[in-house]
């Protein structure tokens, strides 16, 4: 036998027990197993080891599983704060960074920072230095707003849509 | 993407304090993780003691089930490598092999098909664990290719093809069986 029919052949054999050959590739083994008395032994082969296979059934193990099982468990741990409580101080938490951006973006809107540079600002030395820097003072203010609507997003999602969506599904269940 | 499954409610009621609902779970799906775990190890005791063990490492880490599968389907998973693991820990103990798995009761009958069976299963002991586990539950039929790739944590593919060299070699392993067993006579 080629080297090819060898791998085709292993292929077919593979795939016999299920049944799941196309109609040529049954017709082929079923021709080689009418000449060659090994491709015949290995089909039989396979047939007990399918057949034994489909006999072992399941295992059980012993009535007093569950008992044990159960002994075994502990209580699930629970948040020493009650959710009611943990919701309301996230609440007055996400209140407080709303009410910071909200400031802040006040004073932008004011135009309280207009002409305001870092420049300005009393620096020991700085005049023996032969450089300077000169950044608007709202440009810092930016990042914290940033800042602060990145926390106040993630302080919404983590302590009250979350636990909000969990109480929900828990209730509808 | 959450699927629907019907043992999700009974595990918001677990999450929710009500520990008891939990014995409804463990009795549906003790027969499984006892096989399972009886396949990996080859001795019904420490399968037994894997089993459980899986089932409160599941109740403990139930609140970071992600419900994207079957709870079935994760218990299974965590049952597999409970057992693989127990098997690590223990290697030395696992080459006595329990002698209720060596000659099954189905395979303990004077006939010859049923010699053949229990050549089978002694042969099956030569495979791997997953080649083994992943066997047993495509023949119990009651998994599909899917979830038996889910529990061993292999590709669906991956897994008929061992599948299907697991049960050549076994159909190789019971020849040489046999032909040893034709010597001695």
């Known amino acids: ?173 | 993407m959450m699927i629907t499954d019907p043992d999700h409610a009974l595990l918001d009621s677990i999450l929710g304090g009500d520990q008891q609902v939990y014995a409804v779970l463990v009795d549906k799906y003790q027969v499984y993780a006892y096989t399972i775990a009886l396949k990996v190890l080859q001795n019904t005791a420490e399968a037994e003691e894997a089993a459980q063990d899986a089932f409160v490492k599941a109740y403990r880490h139930l609140a970071s089930f992600n419900r994207q599968s079957k709870f079935s389907t994760w218990l299974y998973r965590i049952v597999f490598n409970t057992a693989l693991a127990y098997r690590r820990k223990n290697r030395p103990a696992y080459y006595a092999v329990d002698a209720r798995l060596a000659v099954p009761a189905a395979a303990e009958s004077a006939l010859e098909k049923m010699d053949k069976h229990k050549y089978v299963m002694l042969a099956m002991e030569r495979l791997n664990e997953a080649d083994r586990t992943a066997l047993t539950l495509f023949y119990l039929q009651e998994f599909s290719l899917e979830e038996i790739a889910a529990i061993i944590d292999l590709p669906a593919n991956t897994i008929k093809v061992r599948i299907h060299r697991a049960r050549l070699r076994l159909a190789e392993e019971l020849r040489t069986l046999l032909q040893q067993e034709a010597l001695t006579l």
């Open chain 1, 1 to 173: 036998m080629k080297k090819k029919d060898i791998a085709a052949l292993e292929d077919a054999l593979s795939r016999y027990p299920d049944g799941s050959q196309e109609k040529a590739e049954r017709a082929w083994l079923e021709d080689l197993q009418a000449q060659d008395a090994g491709v015949q032994q290995r089909m039989e082969d396979l047939d007990t080891v399918h057949q034994a296979l489909q006999a072992q059934g399941i295992a059980r193990p012993s009535p007093h599983f569950t008992q044990r099982v159960m002994a075994a468990l502990a209580p699930l741990p629970q948040t020493s704060v009650p959710p009611a409580r943990r919701v309301w101080r996230s609440v007055a938490l996400l209140t407080g960074v709303l009410a910071v951006t909200g400031i802040i973006m006040t004073w932008l809107s004011s135009d309280m920072f207009t002409g305001v540079t870092v420049q300005q600002v009393a620096v020991p030395y700085a005049d023996q230095w032969n450089w300077s820097v000169a950044v608007k003072g709202k440009w810092l203010l930016y990042p914290i707003i940033a800042i602060n609507m990145v926390l106040g997003w993630a302080l919404l999602d983590r302590a009250i849509l979350k636990p909000l969506f969990q109480h929900r599904r828990l209730h509808q269940a």
